[in-house]
């Protein structure tokens, strides 16, 4: 008797054991969704201090300054790749003109001892990004890259494009 209620049964509980799942999985992506957060998360202890140091140099005295001072917390940077950035960045300024101001594009922390912080940088003639990434390996957090692209406005009108096919 047992067995024939459970065989009566078995679709509903199959029905059920899905919708059970999906939810779970939806449950999932949201958490995961949310890991990855925009301009109003909180910044990061001993980050924001950095990158807030990097604008005021950028801005106030030079790129080869801000660059070489936040690389100071990464010991083991190659100066050579440092001169490269500078070469760079400096480059793209003089033909983006006077920088303006600064708005956080996104954040996003992988864990608690890698975060990635994006900017838009205002420049007169177009926008430029630079996005740090910093690792704390120890007690101290350190800058462990630093990419710089003026594609920022090529890659917003990317993204508004169609892209499925028919």
């Known amino acids: 008797m047992r067995y024939t209620y459970f065989k009566a049964f078995k679709p509903l509980f199959f029905i059920i054991s899905a919708l ?22 909180a910044p ?21 300054r801000a660059v070489i001072d936040i690389f100071k917390t990464n010991k083991l940077m190659d100066s050579t790749r440092l001169t490269g950035l500078i070469v760079k960045i400096d480059s793209m300024r003089s033909i983006i003109g006077k920088y303006l101001g600064k708005d956080l594009i996104m954040q996003h922390k ?10 838009l ?11 740090f990434m910093f690792y704390k390996p120890k007690n101290e957090w350190e800058i462990y890259r630093l990419y710089f692209d003026v594609d920022v406005d090529g890659e917003l009108a990317e993204s508004s494009r169609i892209t499925g096919k028919p």
């Open 44 to 64: 990061v202890t001993g980050v924001q201090t950095h990158i807030d140091k990097f604008f005021k140099e950028y801005d106030k005295q030079s790129t080869a």
């Open 110 to 119: 992988a864990s608690n001892s890698l975060v990635l912080y994006s900017y």
């Open 20 to 41: 059970v799942f999906i939810g779970n999985v939806a449950s999932a992506q949201t958490q995961a969704a949310a890991s990855t957060t925009t301009a109003a998360a």
């Open 121 to 131: 940088v205002k420049h007169e003639a177009q926008p430029a990004r630079i996005t």
